[in-house]
T-cell receptor
Framework: NAGVTQTPKFQVLKTGQSMTLQCAQDMNHNSMYWYRQDPGMGLRLIYYSASEGTTDKGEVPNGYNVSRLNKREFSLRLESAAPSQTSVYFC?????????????FGPGTRLTVL | GNSVTQMEGPVTLSEEAFLTINCTYTATGYPSLFWYVQYPGEGLQLLLKATKADDKGSNKGFEATYRKETTSFHLEKGSVQVSDSAVYFCALSDISGNTPLVFGKGTRLSVIA
């Protein structure tokens, strides 16, 4: 049982390059989330998917797109990376059938945009 | 809307000291409350939770009690260790499990030997 996995673990991009961050969960969760965490800062929600086939904007969606490929996978795409997108990105999942259920986080992707 | 406010850090304690990290919330209805911990270089993991008023969550020597009258969920530990150094996040889940958790900004704890 791997939980939430993210690839890659580290990435360096040049300004203007594009990339996709991959996330997968094996817990049959219906809800998945993408967050960014800047140094010394808390979490900020980028996008989320409450169920397969739906996506919604979070607090900081500009510059990002997402795809809920199937129930297991939720990817985050940066079309034209900017230095302001240098951050640690966390994917998370949750069984949304109850408010009591915990949210599980992946190990993070550390992205640097030069 | 729903919100979580937790004490700003960083908090620096000596080993074996008593820890309190304050957390208060604003929510409609009866949310579930969580404490998450983030160790250096890792993702967040659940530390404890409470799902109704007067519930006490506990784990690894940490405790927090869901106080509806004061809308609080303060984290406590009687004797901290160096290994407790981490960032602690308070969070709430409203009546719908499908909406994202609302997180506080996090409190960094450093424990020195």
């Amino acid at each position: 049982n791997a939980g939430v996995t993210q690839t890659p673990k580290f990435q360096v991009l040049k300004t203007g390059q594009s990339m996709t961050l991959q996330c997968a969960q094996d817990m049959n969760h219906n809800s998945m989330y993408w967050y960014r965490q800047d140094p010394g800062m808390g979490l900020r929600l980028i996008y989320y998917s409450a169920s397969e086939g739906t996506t919604d904007k979070g607090e900081v969606p500009n510059g990002y797109n997402v795809s809920r490929l199937n129930k297991r996978e939720f990817s985050l795409r940066l079309e034209s990376a900017a230095p302001s997108q240098t951050s640690v990105y966390f994917c998370a999942s949750r069984d949304g059938t109850s408010r009591n259920n915990e949210q599980f986080f992946g190990p993070g992707t550390r992205l640097t945009v030069l | 809307g729903n919100s979580v406010t937790q004490m700003e850090g960083p908090v620096t304690l000596s080993e074996e000291a008593f820890l309190t990290i304050n957390c208060t919330y604003t929510a409609t209805g009866y949310p579930s409350l969580f404490w998450y911990v983030q160790y250096p270089g890792e993702g967040l993991q659940l530390l404890l939770k409470a799902t109704k008023a007067d519930d006490k969550g506990s784990n690894k020597g940490f405790e927090a009690t869901y106080r509806k009258e004061t809308t609080s969920f303060h984290l406590e530990k009687g004797s901290v260790q160096v290994s407790d150094s981490a960032v602690y996040f308070c969070a709430l889940s409203d009546i719908s499990g499908n909406t994202p958790l609302v997180f506080g900004k996090g409190t960094r704890l450093s424990v020195i030997a």
